[in-house]
């Protein structure tokens, strides 16, 4: 038999517990600061988000004044972006990518340990405004002139330098992916031989590689306009405040498919385990990945369809264009549960809940790709509500599908499947309660980012809905954490392969050694771990291919 | 021309199976407000039509998804039929949505021509956005901005555009500090009010309304702190009423009062500039009206107003510089009040004493 073996190395010298995780290079460990990290962002933002429901709920204001609340939707929106979503999915990414590839550790794991600990650092940074006399206040995409000369104090500044820091974090680690990918697959392992969560991993990091740069030169043109009489975004100098918009969404759309790229991965890894059926399409699937990363880069205007300043049929036309390889990918995905095998476990609820969420966000995404029609949605509650609908209902649901996917391999024991399952169907119900009314708030001509509404707007009830589910959505974390403390105390320990995976990581130990692999079976196809489960039952793999060989003997 | 004669029948089955659909989905919640310009009843026409096709997507999609979750639930460890692809099947499945996209591409871009479409305006208003409210001045085309209508709305106080039906309006968007957005959501549309540097034309909004009413409108860009203050109405009635509206206002508004004073009325001088009162005390004779001859040197909208215990006591007339304005203020009795300016409070403001 075909192995590849690997020499273990001796730990070097043993550390305490606290200075092994503060000084590790290890992917995984990394992996998991990253995932920890993440969540606690998560709880942040989310906290914020409840602050902005609970003033949303009735009109007039009840908690917070104007200021307060600008500063809660600003933070809310920066913290769920880039400390949130993006981290927590390369956190995944850090611990699965080079189990996945058959690789011991990283391309560069010094690098790899500097980007996840500029991270924390740039977050506080960008929270700590509201220890010097308030946080910034312009909303995450910080429009110029609002951002500038107009708002004066250092949250803003200190916005501006986190966020820098952040940027930075994502660029290097970017390079690492994408060396890691290219250098570091087990033998075997050709690139139409990578798993799918690999190849939408590829995908994210070229364009965080490509994006994440105009945005830090962006961050520091705004900084020198703002401190050392720059006339970057100035108007009354010369200066122009679309220019910002056109660098903050050259970065910011690309940014969304960063964010639901991997989210897709792992909601392709997902569906064909528990479907126990190959992911169906998968070169097309490839395909569409890298088409949707072009495409992501000549649509970022549609942003600015109401700016009167963008040609609109071109942005109009990509736009449309780019739902054509995400349906292809929708299509996939079902043609993967068709004639399946399915198991409802709790990582396959999410990825389901993420397929049917998502579709929504895609279809509101259409609608808005119309310029007449954006001219009336544009900037109210309806692109709250569908972009929503792309990062919780697409990329949260994604991670958390990750998350229950993943468990067992990172500490060897499952999450509890009812609680897991109480919290799935909670936050199902709860995220549409909470963003789907604001769909028609929208429509009915609600603008976002408003601390407060008029009585006689008829918006009331929609609010009040709202407001329902976003506690109900804070609700369903509550079986998540009493699922994860218990699971750590008590956990079912399930072994090295509890779901009947395919790819590589599920062919070590669980959790694996700090070198990865003892060995590593022969890789042949997108499904090494399932090629060596079913060598034996070649029958079964292939009923009809026998069959035809039979009638034909 | 094909496409002309036929769109009056596409429209007539839009408008018999929307009424049949807003009534079917949750009270007409997705779809928008009654339209009210020509432009808008397009704008609806292609919502109906794209919304339906969302729909019908909507329901196929999941209609396959929870269909297959149902009929294809593991039921034995017989491992199903190892499908990698079918080429002929994704070919379909990119080709057919391709269709469909291009075919909203080609609807919404004809829309958008029509509804973009320049005329020759019977109103022509500029719009001047600020923090937080708004300007609105009517040119009415002799060049001497003196005999113009022009109204300044503060937070409080939102402003009111008076405009005719049936003819063609244009709105030039200005802003004197950052960007905002001016939105009426029963006219379907929104435009950036944008604080172009020199030598880029300020946005233009054109419609023509089709029916009498009162149209609420805000500000759809954030703009900083009271961005949800940034509320105007629009009423909308016949060309012949929209005059006399006009020559209304236009004579109830009051001339800023100016050169004599009463004798022996003190006068205290007060100057705005860079958003900034020159000094936060003021004091006056109590028990005797006075005049607070106020200079604006911004080029954006202040005023003065006096007020005690959170209760108005006085209100100067809005005025935008750099201009002169002499606000004749009734007697005070004596006591401490605060005086700001209504459109900027929290940054300019300051204490009066009566003594």
């Keep these: 038999m075909a192995t590849t073996t690997l020499t273990p190395q001796a730990a070097a010298y043993r550390r305490s517990w606290i200075l ?47 200021r307060t609340y600008n500063e809660a939707f600003t933070m809310h929106g920066t913290i769920m972006i880039f400390l949130f979503v993006v981290p927590v999915l390369a956190g995944f990414a850090n611990y699965i990518v080079p189990l996945q590839l058959g690789a011991p550790d990283m391309a560069f794991p010094r690098i790899n340990a500097l980007s996840f600990w500029l991270l924390p650092v740039g977050g506080l940074m960008i929270m700590s405004g509201y220890l010097f006399g308030g946080a910034a206040a312009e909303g995450w995409t910080g429009y110029t002139p609002l951002s500038s000369a107009y708002s004066p104090g250092p949250g803003t500044d200190l916005w501006l330098i986190g966020l820098i820091l952040v940027g930075t974090a994502s660029i290097l680690g970017s390079v690492n992916f994408i060396a890691t990918i290219f250098k570091m697959r087990a033998p075997g392992m050709t690139l139409f031989r990578m798993p799918i969560f690999v190849w939408t991993v590829l995908v994210t990091m070229t364009l965080i590689l490509l994006a994440t740069p105009v945005l ?53 890894e997902v569906l064909p385990v528990f479907s126990r059926k190959p992911l169906f399409g998968y070169r097309a699937f490839v395909f569409a ?48 549960l068709f004639r399946g095998s399915i198991s409802l476990t709790t990582p396959m609820l999410f990825a389901l809940g993420f397929i049917s969420m998502f579709l929504i966000g895609g279809i509101s995404g259409v609608m808005l790709a119309e310029p007449p029609i954006d001219f009336h949605l544009q900037d109210t509650y309806f692109v709250v509500a569908h972009l929503h609908y792309v990062f919780f209902g697409g990329s949260v649901m994604g991670v958390f599908a990750a998350l229950y996917y993943w468990f067992p391999k ?38 976002r980012r408003v601390a407060d509404y008029s009585p006689d707007a008829g918006w009331t009830l929609l609010n009040i809905i709202s407001t329902v589910g976003a506690f109900t959505i804070a609700i369903s974390i509550l079986p998540l954490m009493l699922n994860v403390v218990a699971t750590f105390i008590n956990g079912e320990r399930v072994g090295d392969d509890p779901w009947e995976g395919n790819t590589l990581e599920w062919a070590t130990s669980s959790p694996p050694p700090p070198y990865n692999f003892d060995t590593l079976p022969p890789i042949r196809s997108e499904r090494p771990v399932f090629d060596l489960r079913h060598k034996h039952d070649r029958e079964q793999l292939a009923p009809a291919l026998t069959a035809e060989s039979e009638a034909s003997s | 021309m ?41 704008v609806f026409t292609l919502y109906v039509v794209v919304f339906i096709m969302g729909a019908v997507v909507f329901f196929g999609v ?112 200005k802003s004197s500090d950052v960007i905002h957005s001016f939105f009426v959501p029963h006219f379907l549309v929104k435009r950036d009010v944008i604080p172009f540097p020199n030598g880029i034309n300020p946005n233009e909004l054109e419609f023509t309304i089709s029916d009498p009413g009162t149209y609420g409108g805000q500000c759809a860009e954030f703009c900083g702190e009271l961005h949800s203050k940034m509320t105007f109405t629009i009423q909308a009635m016949a060309p012949a009423d929209y005059q006399k509206w006009l020559a209304d206002v236009k004579a109830g508004k009051t001339p800023p009062p100016s050169g004599t004073p009463p004798p022996g009325a003190a006068v205290i001088n007060l100057t705005a500039q860079n958003v900034a009162f020159d000094t936060s005390n003021i004091q006056v004779p109590a028990g005797k009206p006075f005049v607070i001859h106020f200079d604006n040197k911004d080029a954006i909208a202040h005023n003065v107003g006096i007020y005690q215990g959170g ?45």
């Design chain 2, 2 to 42: 094909r496409r002309l004669a036929a769109r009056p029948r596409l429209r007539t089955i839009i408008r018999t199976a929307g009424p049949l659909l807003v009534m079917l989905l949750l009270g007409g919640c997705l779809f928008p407000p009654t339209p009210e310009t020509t432009q808008a009843k397009d």
């Design chain 1, 410 to 447: 990172m500490f060897g024991r499952r999450l509890n499947e009812t609680l897991g399952k109480t919290h799935f169907w909670l936050m199902l119900i709860g995220f549409n309660l909470a963003f789907f009314p604001m769909h028609m708030l929208g429509i009915q001509g609600m603008p």
């Design chain 2, 62 to 173: 999941e209609g396959a998804i929870v269909y297959s979750i149902i009929r294809y639930r593991r039921r034995d460890d017989r491992l199903p039929d190892q499908l990698h692809g079918h080429t002929l099947v994704e070919i379909l499945w990119t080709a057919i949505p391709t269709v469909i996209v291009m075919f909203l591409f080609v609807w919404s871009t004809l829309t958008l021509t029509t509804i973009d479409a320049k005329s020759d305006p019977a109103v022509t208003v500029e719009v001047t956005g600020f923090q937080w409210q708004w300007t609105f001045h009517y040119l009415d085309g002799d060049n001497d901005p003196k005999n113009d209508y022009s109204v300044t709305g503060t937070p409080a106080n939102p402003p009111v555009m008076g405009l005719p039906i049936g003819e063609p309006i244009r709105l030039i968007l």
């Design chain 2, 311 to 355: 209760k108005e006591v006085f209100t100067g007339q809005i005025v935008t510089g750099p201009t002169t304005v002499d606000y004749q203020v009734p007697a005070l009795p004596a006591g401490s009040y605060t005086f700001q300016c209504d459109v900027h409070p929290s940054q300019m403001t300051g204490t009066l004493v009566a003594k």
């Design chain 1, 289 to 336: 990945t890298v088409g949707i990363g072009l495409l992501s880069f000549s649509v970022w205007a549609h942003h600015m369809f109401t700016t009167g300043v963008v040609f609109l049929p071109f942005f109009s036309f990509m736009t449309a264009l780019i739902a054509v390889p995400t349906g292809v990918k929708m299509f996939n995905w079902i043609a993967t």
């Design chain 1, 216 to 268: 830090t030169a962006g961050l520091i043109a705004l900084f020198i306009d703002r401190n050392y009489g720059g006339s970057f975004f100035e108007p009354s100098a010369g200066g122009n405040p679309i220019l910002w918009q056109h660098i903050f969404w050259f970065f910011g759309h690309p940014e969304v498919y960063i964010v639901i790229l991997p989210a897709m991965g792992v909601v392709s």
């Design chain 1, 20 to 66: 092994e995780w503060l000084t590790t290079v290890d992917h995984k460990k990394i992996g998991i600061m990253y995932i920890a990290n993440s969540f606690f962002f998560f709880f942040l933002a989310g906290i914020l988000a409840l602050v902005m429901r609970s003033e949303l709920a009735v009109p007039g204001l009840q908690f917070l004044d104007d």
